[in-house]
């Protein structure tokens, strides 16, 4: 099963359904917020690496989780559920895969109560603006949509009580959201209970904690200002996003080459086992077709090795210096570079690396950047085998059909 291909095809169905059911009334929840949570979905699964199934089944819950607003906005989640069963049906997903999907999109019905990693990722993708700087703008908009569709005249102070109690009550489920979105989402919150408490004193907005608690604990304790210090030394977390996806989208590049890679090697490699065993044997009694048989077999080999070398390893000495510390020259974070150090060696360059924010910053640099050399080569060397296997294929088969013609 190729998801991604399926999940073009389900981005096309979704646009072409929110084109073809359009409804002025919802100017939120419409194709715009549809395609935010597919990216923020994205980013998430990104960050947690997930297999190809539940990406797919992730991404495919965000495209299909507010379709259901054109039929049943009250029961919206569960006529996207129903949609999207209907179409992965006719695509051939099993029962099992469906279920996952209706139940990713069940979970961002509120009070969200996720249980699955995929239907937290998708809960947090579907309130990702919380914690954003679309917030304000987005939940003015929702305010508008709200007044369409249920034709009540909501005054903007108590929509913003409402919201008040939303982000009060709510809290992101993944790790990585939390530490990502928490802080953002708690500045809109003390902004709009400065505003109540400006403009109607009357107005009493509880302050509370959250619901529930964030399962991930404080990395640093915030009553100790020593601690505080150092982290603002580290790296911050918008950084330390773009470097986890940047690698991530690396890996899953380096992981479809491979795959590419082995297509090569076991085709040419079939064609190869039947020219020894087959066509070579009788080339005594069918002597014209030598030089195309020649020519294949050359093409087929020359495909392997250049699928081989794409995929073949580079390891590097595997040793660093105190020097390389000193200087800082050493990517600690690749494995070649330190897996024959012993690991008092390797533990002292990786505290001395983590208490210097420069140092990090430089190896994360040379981390990302030596997995796109490797991309590179590793897709260069992939090219020219398809080329070679393409274009010699193509040749092979002109030269077999002028033997067979000049022999009748």
């Given amino acids: 099963m190729n998801y991604y291909t399926l999940l073009d095809e389900i981005k096309q169905y979704v646009t ?62 569960e006529k996207g559920a129903e949609e999207a069963a209907a179409f992965l049906k006719r695509q051939g997903i099993d029962e099992t895969t469906i279920q996952t999907v209706g139940n990713c999109i069940r979970a961002t019905r509120l009070p969200q109560s996720p249980e699955t990693l995929l239907e937290k990722i998708v809960a947090d993708a579907d309130l990702y603006h919380l914690g ?59 902004k709009l209970k400065e505003k109540l408490a400006e403009k109607n004193p009357e107005i009493k907005v509880p302050i509370q904690a959250p619901a529930v608690k964030p399962k991930v604990k404080p990395l640093i304790p915030e009553d100790n200002p020593l601690e505080k210090a150092k982290r603002k030394n580290r790296p911050e977390r918008g950084i330390e996003t773009m470097f986890r996806i940047t690698s991530g989208n690396h890996q899953r590049l380096s992981d479809m080459a491979d795959s590419k890679a082995h297509i090569m090697i076991s085709v040419n490699s079939i064609i190869i086992s039947v020219l020894l065993s087959v066509l070579l044997k009788n080339l005594e009694q069918f002597p014209q077709y030598t030089i195309p048989a020649m020519l294949l077999l050359s093409v087929s080999l020359v495909t392997i090795v250049f699928a081989i070398l794409a995929t073949r390893p580079n390891i590097p000495k595997g040793t660093f210096t105190q020097t390389d510390i000193n200087e800082k020259q050493v990517n600690l974070l690749f494995f070649g570079n330190f897996f024959k150090m012993s690991m008092e060696d390797y533990t002292g360059g990786m505290l001395q690396m983590m208490d210097d924010r420069d140092f990090l910053y430089r190896s994360l640099i040379k981390d990302i950047y030596s997995q796109g050399v490797v991309l590179g080569t590793k897709y260069q060397r992939l090219r020219i085998s ?23």
């Fill in 132 to 190: 954003t700087s679309r917030f304000t703008e987005t939940n003015k908009i929702m305010r508008k949509e709200f007044i369409a569709l249920h034709n009540i005249d909501v005054s903007k102070e108590e929509w913003r009580v409402k919201t008040v109690r939303l982000l009060e009550s709510h809290h992101y489920h993944t790790d990585y959201a939390q530490l990502l979105l928490n802080d953002i989402k708690a500045k809109h919150l003390e």
């Fill in 386 to 408: 398809y080329n070679v296997f393409m274009y010699g294929l193509i040749v092979s088969v002109i030269a077999f059909a002028i033997a067979a013609i000049l022999t009748t």
């Fill in 16 to 77: 072409n359904y929110f084109h073809t059911h359009a409804d002025d009334k919802l100017i939120y929840h419409n194709l715009a917020h549809t395609e935010n949570v597919v990216n923020a979905a994205i980013e998430i699964a990104n960050h947690y690496r997930l297999s190809d199934l539940d990406y797919f089944v992730v991404v495919t819950a965000a495209w299909f989780h507010d379709i259901g607003y054109y039929t049943d906005p009250s029961r919206h989640e």
